[in-house]
């Protein structure tokens, strides 16, 4: 059986809960906004087990809303999953649409923790934005749902506080 007849999975019959999916294992565009972007989510396979995920975009791009120049970040996702994980490609094609959307550092980060809370409802989740400085400021977003469960390892994120970050 050739790749284009293996379902749309190249590699072999497709995972549980993912034959619903648009994008993964398609040609795809990038949205043109935030809004147009598709988030995907597929089944946790280790449901009733706390464990951490973590996604991180060092090369975040968005437009100020202002002045229409490019704003740049090191966004740092952590989430412990309820019945749900995000499908890795809708989340990268979501954030790669920010980098013609105008909106302030806060509001791109909110923007996207709350998008990922409404779509998987998490147990926990956190996101670090380390946007790099526009006038000499650096502006850093943090965020949380909540207090994290007991007994979960949580590592730190690790992105230094602007010294030329590196």
């Given amino acids: 059986m050739s790749d284009h007849q ?4 190249p590699t072999g019959p497709s995972a549980p809960g993912t034959d619903a999916l648009s994008q993964l294992g398609r040609a795809t565009t990038t949205p043109q906004s935030p809004e ?12 009733g087990r706390q464990y951490v995920v973590r996604f991180t975009a060092p090369e ?17 996702i952590d989430y412990i ?3 749900w994980i995000v499908e890795s490609k809708s989340l990268k094609l979501f954030l ?4 013609n959307h105008g909106a302030f550092h806060e509001d791109c980060s909110i923007a996207i923790a709350e998008r990922l809370v409404a779509l ?11 946007w790099y400085p526009r006038g ?20 730190t994120q690790d992105v230094p506080g ?5």
């Avoid at 602007?162 to 590196?166: E, H, L, M, P, T």
């Fill in 162 to 166: 602007y010294r030329g970050r590196g």
């Fill in 136 to 155: 000499g400021i650096p502006i850093d977003v943090f965020w949380q749902t909540g207090e994290p469960p007991k007994g979960v390892w949580i590592p």
């Fill in 120 to 130: 998987l409802n998490p147990q926990w989740l956190r996101i670090g934005a380390y």
């Fill in 36 to 47: 147009e972007a598709v988030l995907e989510r597929v089944p946790s396979p280790h449901q």
């Fill in 96 to 99: 790669t649409s920010f980098r």
């Fill in 81 to 83: 999953p309820g019945e």
């Fill in 60 to 76: 975040f791009t968005s437009l100020c809303p202002v002045t229409g120049q490019p704003d740049f970040a090191h966004i740092v």
């Fill in 6 to 9: 293996t379902d749309h999975h």
